[in-house]
């Protein structure tokens, strides 16, 4: 089974960049699709981007379009998400979880997550 690890988070201006990474051990990486979450106090768990096993293809919801990249580096058993254009309301804790199967931003779908990173969208 594949284990999860986010790291990159922090304090970013409004308008500027970050880029977290999942980092993943244990099972075959490339099996899995990968979606980032984000929780921000007292609102649900909801997604932001995900990246398909096999092709590599992508989806984002509204609230990262345009914004968010994602991309997996399977040699490196790593997925990274660019944050572009932060805004404040893009301040939560950020998880990214594994599914053996393709995109979906169904919680219930993800067995597999990492502990989280928190980004902080301020001045």
């Known amino acids: 089974q594949v284990q999860l690890v986010e790291s990159g988070g922090g304090l970013v201006q409004p308008g500027g960049s970050l880029r977290l990474s999942c980092a993943a051990s244990?099972?075959?990486?490339?099996?899995?699709?990968i979606t980032w979450f984000r929780q921000a106090p007292g609102k649900e768990r909801e997604g932001v981007a995900c990246?398909?096993?096999?092709?590599?293809?992508?989806y984002y919801t509204d609230s990262a379009k345009g914004r968010f990249s994602i991309s997996r580096d399977n040699a490196k058993n790593t997925v990274y998400l660019q944050m572009n254009s932060a805004k404040p309301e893009d301040t939560a804790k950020y998880y990214c979880?594994?599914?053996?199967?393709?995109?979906?931003?169904?919680?219930?779908?993800?067995?597999?997550w990492g502990q989280g990173a928190q980004v902080t969208v301020s001045s």
């Open positions: 990246i398909s096993s096999k092709y590599g293809n992508t």
């Open positions: 979880a594994a599914a053996p199967t393709f995109c979906t931003w169904a919680l219930a779908v993800y067995k597999i």
């Open positions: 244990g099972d075959t990486f490339d099996r899995y699709a």
